[in-house]
Nanobody, 122 residues
């Protein structure tokens, strides 16, 4: 079992930045691909980006490419989502998820955090 806890959400003005953290307990994160998803009100949960287990290769949705950066610190069992140039459309609950393989489909993920709210005001 892997328990994931997100933190770092909040209210920010458009153009601002936030850094989300996802800390794991129970198992070492280095064994898992880690991804971030988000769900806006009335919309389906969507893939934001992911990072591979050891080489740190990253993948992003087109909507956040160039603005968001995912990184991981396996020693701290933590994954980060640095969000810059935030837009009102980025408003959502953000979730981290862990899986044995990298996938953009939420149905493939075994472990999820509880989510953290990000609100971007215009």
């Amino acid at each position: 079992q892997v328990q994931l806890v997100e933190s770092g959400g909040g209210l920010v003005q458009a153009g601002g930045s936030l850094r989300l953290s996802c800390t794991a307990s129970g198992r070492t994160l280095s064994n898992y691909y880690m991804s971030w998803f988000r769900q806006a009100p009335g919309k389906e949960r969507e893939f934001v980006g992911g990072i591979s287990k050891s080489l740190g290769s990253t993948y992003y949705a087109d909507s956040v490419k160039g603005r968001f950066t995912i990184s991981r610190d396996n020693a701290k069992n933590t994954v980060y989502l640095q969000m810059n140039s935030l837009k009102p459309d980025d408003t959502a609950v953000y979730y981290c998820a862990a899986n044995r393989v990298l996938s953009t489909s939420q149905s493939h993920y075994d472990y999820w955090g509880q989510g953290t709210q990000v609100t971007v005001s215009s």
